[in-house]
């Protein structure tokens, strides 16, 4: 049995051998309008859904009747197009939906995100905090075409047929084929081994209706490119955790002629040691402790250790605008886990990410933490994906 | 007994429990052997028993851990496996205070045989009474008497203190609580897990990556019922061992031998205005000097977490922040804790050592079936049907 066939993770999750996610990101935040009625709601869904599909097999609404060589393009568009449908906090808050939408248990940490400070050591960037909504609906393609298509697709749905939802929000993102992000370091280069993602993400049955799903966390993450520009390398690597040329994960600090420390730069491996130079073992070094690798991944265990509170990232960068100032640019953090309590116990415990806004030695003061300012929260929630069901995934949330 | 002769016994009881293997070594041969080339690292993991919640979900789980002793049967403490146990302390407002501790039987046992009185004070000070009887604390035995003999006084002493059933109310958290008593945060289990996580093993990876270090699911046909899968702490424990014994590095426990609190989530709990609850709020004890460790670090044993008089208002009147909900129970506070196991590491071997057994690669499949779930629920239906 593949392993498709023996787990009900949505599409949209490439977390199997082999799979590596498109290079093209949407995600499309959802509200359903006041009053509307649960099976209305769940039909709506179920129409986005559908038509969404209908694109795959090269159907427009608006194009029916195409000629074949065109249908046969817009199907090429649309070949590899996925849509992940997600819950969100909002859909079981009493004071936006009266009378509920859902007689559903929420999942006790799909919760909204803090006022204050988003999570731990991440300040919000805005002060409307987007991000939250009834329904994430995630779209990946490799074609960017495709997701905006397919976005602008579910709006002229929506206001075709009158369906009871407006658009909140809609975020975009990009992969790199580099592997680096915008600090110019690796990025997703110490992710779950494949054989580990499904423990890692596969939700248990607490409420019953998330058995077999799993859960997305959602943090668009601003990055100061000046601040981090104006640190030297070496800081940069200590604050990473890694090789900035090389990618290796550092093993050893120094102390150069003024008396700094400074990380020693890795050997390249040598055979049968590969692992170990993509993920060291763990360190006594204060600093390299303090790095950003080792705060995000502190037990090193394996997902067979429900403590080691692994996840599974599927991030992508974005560049929101560019002009006389610094650019506008940052990471669409997303990962899938089994329970958000693996993002919060990560952002908030003391030697992980508590305390933080991105590595480096936390303050005393955890009201106070040491921020070198370089990430804000932009917008950001935790979501529930259901299961894979007929007609289609949360259905069982609005029957009655 | 001063510290060093407890610490001195405690080391000897670990040394018997060692002898399967020569990679889990006593602090004193590490530091003889190896110099300044120690190094320090502690596996943590929180306090929340994620067996017990996977398997009875988590609302069930939160109320079956709090349950309370009845002074003759079971209670939730027994589903407190995660190296830390606690106790609520309520009045007719709520929760007034959570008490946790991560401090070993095996302390207080050897405490008991050889300074009863020290034992029988600090038994007062953590109930918060002017004073308890030595029959409160050791029963029927007296400590003090002419025949008195440490063996006696520790028999005595865990006949009343740590059961099995019916246990002192100044540990089984109706008056107090001291010392862990489920029946796997023992000394003993911690040096058989280890015992049995330091042999050294690889899985050789395909491909010709060379090896790596296996995982608990691997290990697990190999362990036995040493470890428990599931759990927060098992798995962290018996990975980090097995992977420094694949590196061939000596592993000794850090003295003061214990399980430590290291650090709590504070920050995600707010008062009824929404502030955040100060740190100060959470009070760290026994010990918290970094003179009591070898490391020069804080290893306290014992959280308290205790909203102020002059507030107004309850740790029952909290909210955690990541869940939207009021703090009902202990197992929420446990779940913000993080408990450690301190090592002291020697250096690692030049070049990877011989092999001693290989063990096949496993791809994880179905978590639950090793959980042991359908002995958790029927324990958990017994409680529930108490009056």
New interface residues.
Partial sequence: MNLRARHRIQPGVFFAAGERPPSCWRLLLIDFRAGAAPQRAGAALERILNVLADLRGGRVRDLEGQPPKDAEATAGQFADLTALLAVGRALFDADRHDPPLTRSQRPDYVAYLPRGRALAGLPWAVAERPGEADIALQLTANCEAAVNCAAVEVWKLITDEALPLTIAASFSGFSRPDRRGWLDFHDGVSNLEADQRLAAIEALPDPAWMGGGTYLAFLRLGIDLATWRSLAPPEQELLVGRDKLSGAALRATRSDARGARVPVTPEPPEAGDELDWVDPPQTTDPLLEASHIHRANQSRASADAPGAWRMFRQGYDFLETLGPEAPLAGLNFVSFQRDLSVVQHVLHLPGWLGGVDFGGLAGDDRANPVDHGLVTVRAGGLYAVPPREAPFPGATLFAR | MGEGGLEAELERRVAEGRAATPRLVGASELGSEQGSTL???A????GLP?RV??CL??ARALAALDRPSDGRGASGRDFQEEYVEWRLVRDERGIRRVELTTELADRWKVLAAHDPATVVELVAELAREPAVTATEVFGDYDPSGPRATPDGRERAFAATMLGPEPRSALNDGRRAICCMTQRTNSLGALISLAAAALQPRSVT?SG?????SP???ELQPLLGRVAQ?????D??I???LA?LAF?GRPVALERPLALCL???????L?TPS?E?V??EWFAFERPGAPRDSSSGRGRPQRLTLEVPAGEGFRVSDLVD?????PIRFGGQIA??V?VALPLV?GPEAPG?PAVVEAVT?V???D??TALGCEEISHEAGRLEARP
């Fill in positions: 190094e320090r690292t596996p943590d993991w929180t994620l919640t996977a979900g988590r990876l010709g990556l060379g090896r790596r995982n608990m699911h899968p599931g759990r927060a702490s798995p962290i018996v990975e980090r992977r590196e290291l650090g709590v989530q504070s920050e995600r707010r929404g955040v100060p740190p922040a990541a869940t939207e909900a779940e913000l993080q590491v990877r690669p791809i994880s499949r978590r639950m």
